[in-house]
């Protein structure tokens, strides 16, 4: 799974997102990396909705820092040397908007699942399937 591009995206942290103590649950910087991972299909060409659905099958986190009120930023990328048949891997941090510490280490590897079936599809059928070729008239 070569030729895909990293991305970065910004989110603005919203006030349910904060703990007592004004930080960023750990829940929702969850939930940012998975932004990430949408905002990188949208950045790639690929498409949001077909067929063969990528599926979370494994979340690694390591919590480094305190995320605070203001944007935070999200990088992601496909860890080239990863692919296998069936799963991919991504590697992403969060950090505060502006800063470069990051806040969030996190690996997450991804399965492709058939909608109509609920079978197991290599990720090259994913591809195939999400690309905009797959689009065309």
């Given at each position: 799974?070569?030729?895909?591009?990293?991305?970065?995206?910004?989110?603005?942290?919203?006030?349910?997102?904060?703990?007592?103590?004004g930080h960023v649950n750990n829940a929702r910087a969850l939930e940012y990396l998975e932004q990430g991972r949408w905002d990188w299909l949208r950045h790639n060409g690929l498409a949001l909705k077909c067929a063969i659905l990528p599926v979370v099958?494994?979340?690694?986190?390591?919590?480094?820092?305190?995320?605070?009120?203001?944007?935070?930023?999200?990088e992601t990328a496909l860890h080239e040397d990863s692919?296998?048949?069936f799963r991919a891997t991504f590697t992403q941090s969060v950090r505060q908007a502006g800063s470069?510490?990051?806040a969030v280490r996190a690996t997450v590897r991804l399965a492709f699942i058939d909608a109509a079936s609920g079978q197991l599809c290599p990720v090259e059928d994913y591809l195939a399937a999400a690309s905009p070729q797959a689009f065309a008239p």
């Open positions: 799974m070569k030729g895909f591009r990293s991305s970065s995206t910004r989110l603005h942290v919203r006030p349910g997102d904060l703990d007592s103590l099958v494994r979340v690694e986190a390591d919590y480094q820092g305190q995320l605070l009120w203001g944007e935070v930023e999200v692919a296998e048949t470069a510490r990051i």
